[in-house]
């Protein structure tokens, strides 16, 4: 169904890119994809659109590959980084087929070609498909060795014009220091792009933050551990850090 952007009631942003680590998709389980998971997330996604909200997703790939751990294995590191970069196209066809069972129109587009199974990464055919209410999730991150998801979610939501990047955590927020293991840990409600690269927060990485400092997209992190928080942090409410401005 198109979404109607006019009527983005009480929505702050009109187009953003939602980032979910790969290990955010194994719920309870140790290792791949676990499916309830996934429709967990797509129900927060087609929630979210109700508000008339154009959305596109990165999915990462630690759920079931990471090119430094390969390399640290022996591998090379480009042709473990392209194992990684797999794995994402894995979570992006999952993450498809939960999205369509509830309904909701999806393309994915990879940044690495593999024709038979999703398109390739295309800018102007990734925001006619946004314009027409699908959800598009992007794939192999920058289709490059040697970058994350992070990395390949920055360049995306900037790519596309995003209002806003989120990122999805298992916390609701960046705290001070570790909330599960600090109890005087803190939640920042808004740091800058500045103030991230310099404490070295672990948010995400540098070069990510630093893409979107360059583009002025602020940086929305939040939990999507709870029901109605993707819809939430889109309308304002709810608990997260914001990160923007100098
Ligand atoms: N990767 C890559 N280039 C990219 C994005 C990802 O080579 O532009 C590879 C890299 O090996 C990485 C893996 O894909 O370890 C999975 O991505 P990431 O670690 O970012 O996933 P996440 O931590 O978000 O689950």
């Known amino acids: 169904m198109p979404v109607d952007t006019d009527s983005a009631e009480g929505a702050k942003y009109k187009r953003v890119l939602l980032k979910i680590s790969g290990e955010a998709l194994m719920g309870d389980t140790e290792y791949g994809i676990d499916m309830p998971t996934c429709l967990k997330f797509a129900d927060e996604i087609a929630l979210a659109q109700q ?8 999915i990462g790939g630690g759920n079931i590959f990471r090119g ?3 390399a640290a294995s022996g591998m090379e590191r480009s042709q473990a980084d392209s194992m990684g970069m797999m794995a994402t196209i894995m979570n992006a066809l999952a993450m498809q087929s939960a999205l369509e069972t509830i309904g909701v129109q999806t393309r994915v587009q990879s940044g690495i070609r593999m024709d038979e ?6 800018r102007r055919r990734a925001i006619r498909h ?6 598009v999730i992007f794939a192999a991150g920058t ?20 209002d806003a990047m989120l990122k999805g955590t298992q916390v609701d ?22 103030e991230v690269l ?3 927060l672990r948010v995400m990485d540098a070069s990510a933050v630093s893409l979107m400092r360059d583009t002025n997209i602020p940086i929305v992190v939040f939990s999507l551990h709870n029901k109605g928080a993707l819809q939430d942090v889109l309308t304002g409410k709810g608990n997260s850090t914001v990160i923007s401005g100098n």
């Open 51 to 58: 508000l008339g909200v154009e959305i596109c997703l990165v």
């Open 68 to 70: 430094l751990a390969g």
């Open 117 to 122: 199974i999703c398109e390739p990464f295309i």
């Open 130 to 135: 946004m314009e027409k209410g699908r959800i």
């Open 143 to 162: 289709g490059n060795p040697y970058f994350t998801t992070d990395t390949g979610a920055a360049l995306r939501a900037a790519e596309m014009h995003c």
């Open 173 to 194: 927020g960046v705290y001070s220091a570790d909330p599960k293991t600090d109890p005087t840990a803190t939640r920042y409600e808004t740091l800058t792009y500045q």
């Open 198 to 200: 310099a404490r070295n």
